[in-house]
């Protein structure tokens, strides 16, 4: 049971590449979550998807898309890299409520923009 | 204002001993809160969850949430070693999280 699965773990781009993070789980969960996480700023929502067929923009959404692929599938594209998007990346899900259900988070993706 | 604030420490704490940690949020209507660990370069993960006023024991780790004052706060008795970490509060109704206190536990 592998929970929440990110791809890659590191990822080196330089400015306007662009990428795609894939995140997958298999608990069956309908919420699923983009995290970014910088020094001294904690964790940063990005988009979120309460359900499959749904996302919303969270805290710090520009610069970044998101497809909910189906029930498992969460994926973050950034359509043109800049420096200020090197951080590490957090994929989460949780249960049947955006509200009231603990998330459970993949390993993270350190991405660097130079 | 920030929605979640927590003392981002470092706070050290003699092995053996209580370590306390809180945490004030600002949307008085929030319903759910969470306390993760996330040692360094690793994910977060939960460690309790507390939805009604008062205190939530599991083990050596007590969550004590007062809706009223805006503060929820975790206590971890016979502070180990392995306790050393970074302890994120959570909000979930805003899906916003503090920036952590840092906790380090001194043999």
């Known amino acids: 049971n592998a929970g929440v699965t990110q791809t890659p773990k590191f990822q080196v781009l330089k400015t306007g590449q662009s990428m795609t993070l894939q995140c997958a789980q298999d608990?069956?969960?309908?919420?699923m979550y983009w995290y970014r996480q910088d020094p001294g700023m904690g964790l940063r929502l990005i988009y979120y998807?309460?359900?499959?067929?749904?996302?919303d923009k969270g805290e710090v959404p520009n610069g970044y898309n998101v497809s909910r692929l189906n029930k498992r599938e969460f994926s973050l594209r950034l359509e043109s890299a800049a420096p200020s998007q090197t951080s590490v990346y957090f994929c989460?899900?949780?249960?049947?409520?955006?509200?009231?259900?603990?998330?459970?988070f993949g390993d993270g993706t350190r991405l660097s923009i130079l | 204002q920030k929605e979640v604030e927590q003392n981002s420490g470092p706070l050290s704490v003699p092995e053996g001993a209580i370590a306390s940690l809180n945490c004030t949020y600002s949307?008085?209507?929030?319903?759910?809160f969470f306390w993760y660990r996330q040692y360094s370069g690793k994910s977060p993960e939960l460690i309790m969850s507390?939805?009604?006023?008062g205190d939530k024991e599991d083990g050596r780790f007590t969550a004590q949430l007062n809706k009223a004052s805006q503060y929820v706060s975790l206590l971890i008795r016979d502070s180990q070693p392995s306790d050393s970490a970074t302890y994120l509060c959570?909000?979930?109704?805003?899906?916003?999280f503090g920036t952590g206190t840092r906790l380090t536990i001194i043999p």
């Open positions: 989460a899900s949780s249960g049947f409520s955006v509200s009231n259900q603990p998330q459970h």
């Open positions: 608990m069956n969960h309908n919420s």
């Open positions: 998807s309460a359900s499959e067929g749904t996302t």
């Open positions: 949307d008085r209507g929030s319903q759910s």
């Open positions: 507390i939805y009604s006023n």
């Open positions: 959570a909000v979930n109704e805003k899906l916003t």
